[in-house]
Each structure stands twice: as C-alpha cells, then as structure tokens.
C-alpha cells in the first residue's frame, strides 16, 4: 500500500476554509484516496474517500490531482468541533490492513 | 442502529493476568479488526476477520488472540498482560471490500483504554 505523508499540524480559523494536504506520490492506479478524522481519542470517523475525481459529501470535499500523486481535503466552513486529527490513507479494494500514519492535527481556532 | 460498540470501557490490570476485549456490531458487516493505539501515535492492526469463523494476523499480533465465532462478535483476548499492551484499543468493521461497489470504508467503535500496571 502506498505510503502518505502529511504535515504534523496546522492551524485554521473558524468559519473560514480548512485545507489539508496529502502526498500520496507512490500511489498506485487501484488504490483509492480514504480521509478519517479522530475526535479527542474518540474511534476514528471516516470522512470521504475518492479515486480519480474529486468528491464531495456533507461533511468535505476531496481534490485529487490529476496524476493522483496528492490531495486535499477541505473542510469549507470549519468550526471548533472540527478541532481532531485528520488521517490521509492510500488503499486498495482488497487490502485489509490501513495504514494510519501520525496524520495532521488541525486545531480550529476562535 | 448502535454500530460498533466495546466493552469494556476501561480496564487496568496487572501484570500476568488476561482479559477479553468484546466487539459487537450490528450492521452485518462481514469484515471485523482490532487496532491499538499508543499515546501521539497512529492505529495499528492487531488482527482481523473476513468472516465469521476466520481471522488473520495484521501488523502487531504478538500477545494477542482473537475469535470470530458469530458474525456480529470479535473478540480480542490477553492471556498475560504486559505493561507494554498498555493502549487504546479500536474495533472496527466494514462490509466486505472488493465487491461491485463496496469500498473499504470502516467504522469505528468507541474504544478501550487498558492500562497494565
């Protein structure tokens, strides 16, 4: 499974764009792009997931370049509750095993 | 639906003794696992089933069992704990990945905060 590589942290004000990358540069054709999120040590929660197109849901949006070497996820409006972890995983239809790497902790701030 | 849900909550035990993890999930989800995970740090696989009466090892098995004897059941046992299983604990499960339009999407249980003094 391809490995990911995401910044350790960053910061984002409420109610504007939150925008976290994510480079999967050895990603292969078949595997798809999966975001979870893990509130305060609560179970992780999964986000949205892609793998060629962009995506959207109720929750964010996924951009995928077009040679699928990177993402972002976008959060468009964050709040303070969208304070968590934020895990970028690279995955096969057929594997069992995600890999969670450190991911990026995104603190939303007043 | 109560999804994933874990018992116990908390747990601490000494060192020697064993424990069960319980797993339940009520999605009839065909695909279970078991991930610990360890202060700043990410999950890591422990073991995982593809279906009832089946498991497998995944990254960090030693020290650990596991059984699949109902579909909606994985549980997670310690035979001697060891300070070094001190964790957080996650069940997971998803349908089965691989088929026409199913993808790997997991859910997550509540966790286990174990502690092995």
């Known amino acids: 499974d391809a490995k990911t590589t995401q910044p350790p942290s960053m910061d984002c004000a409420e109610g504007r764009a939150a925008n976290l990358p994510c480079n999967h540069s050895?990603?292969?054709?078949?595997?798809?792009v999966y975001w979870y999120r893990q509130i305060h040590s609560q179970g992780p929660q999964y986000i949205i997931h892609?793998?060629?197109n962009n995506e959207t849901n109720e929750m964010a949006s996924l951009i995928i370049t077009e040679d699928r070497k990177s993402s972002t996820l976008i959060l468009p409006h964050a709040t303070l509750r969208d304070t968590a972890v934020y895990y970028c995983i690279a995955q096969d239809n057929y594997g069992q095993n995600f890999v969670f790497g450190p991911g990026t902790r995104l603190s939303v701030l007043p | 639906n109560a999804g994933v849900t874990q018992t116990p909550k908390f747990r601490v035990l000494k060192t020697g003794q064993s424990m069960t993890l319980l797993c339940a999930q009520d999605m009839n989800h065909e695909y279970m696992y078991w991930y610990r995970q360890d202060p700043g740090m990410g999950l890591r696989l422990i073991h995982y089933s593809v279906g009832e009466g089946t498991t497998a090892k995944g990254e960090v098995p030693d020290g650990y069992n596991v059984s699949r004897l109902k579909k909606q059941n994985f549980l997670l046992g310690l035979e001697s704990a060891a300070p070094s299983q001190t964790s957080v604990y996650f069940c997971?499960?998803?349908?089965?990945?691989?088929?026409?339009?199913?993808?790997?999407?997991?859910?997550f249980g509540p966790g286990t905060r174990l502690t092995v003094l």
């Open positions: 050895t990603i292969s054709g078949n595997e798809y």
């Open positions: 892609g793998l060629k």
């Open positions: 997971a499960s998803s349908y089965r990945p691989g088929l026409a339009g199913i993808t790997d999407t997991q859910y």
